[in-house]
């Protein structure tokens, strides 16, 4: 019995082990004229069965790479797009530095840290003190998201001093508007309301004696 797991492994398997041996058959043909003749038949059939790729802008440009990555780059042709390199495709991209310095204050973040690092490095005029003052908001708007319980403006502000180094000082007389509450829908209140007072009524009559009419 010839089972797959005595194969030779599936470079793309989504293409199916019928792809990879037409591409070997391709590779191993010694005219390049016939061999960029059956290549273009492969492509073909590979963009049939890969319907998906369609809806790329470089689908064609994909097929031909693909080619390239099951042929294990070692497909010789004439390819309408330029040839890729397996270091193209093996290559690690480069890793993103991440700053590891300890946060001063994490429920806050690292985001807001850098926020306040930035607008302590601007000159001390009246856009700087509006900047303040947005981040005062957004400040206190992540602070309640972690903390249920109201927050002074006090302990926002002494944050901020505390996360600026003392660089940033909120005047005294600063004052963040009150939290709004976004108020319940008139409709939904007033249904409920209706709804209870249905289900009281309705206890109400069950519980009243019944009387017997005349006839």
Known sequence: MDYNTQRSKLKMP?????????????????????????????VGVMGVLNPQLRDLNDFKHKLWDHVQIISDFEIDIDSPYPIPTKE?????????????????????????????????????????????????????????IWNKDSVTDQVIFRDIKELSGGRIVVPEDAKLAPVQHTPSQPGAHQGHSAHTAHKQNFRQSKKRPYKKKNL
């Open 14 to 42: 989504e293409y199916g082990r019928h792809v990879q041996k037409m591409i070997e058959y391709v590779v191993d043909i010694p005219d390049k004229e016939k061999r960029n003749e059956q290549i273009k038949a492969v």
């Open 88 to 144: 193209t495709f093996s290559t690690r991209p480069n890793p993103v530095p991440l700053d590891k310095s300890p946060l001063k204050a994490a429920h806050y973040g690292r985001n807001i840290q850098n926020m306040v690092d930035m607008i302590a490095g601007k000159p001390d005029d009246e856009l700087r003190q509006n900047m303040v003052m947005v981040l005062a908001y957004y400040m206190r708007q992540q602070y309640l």
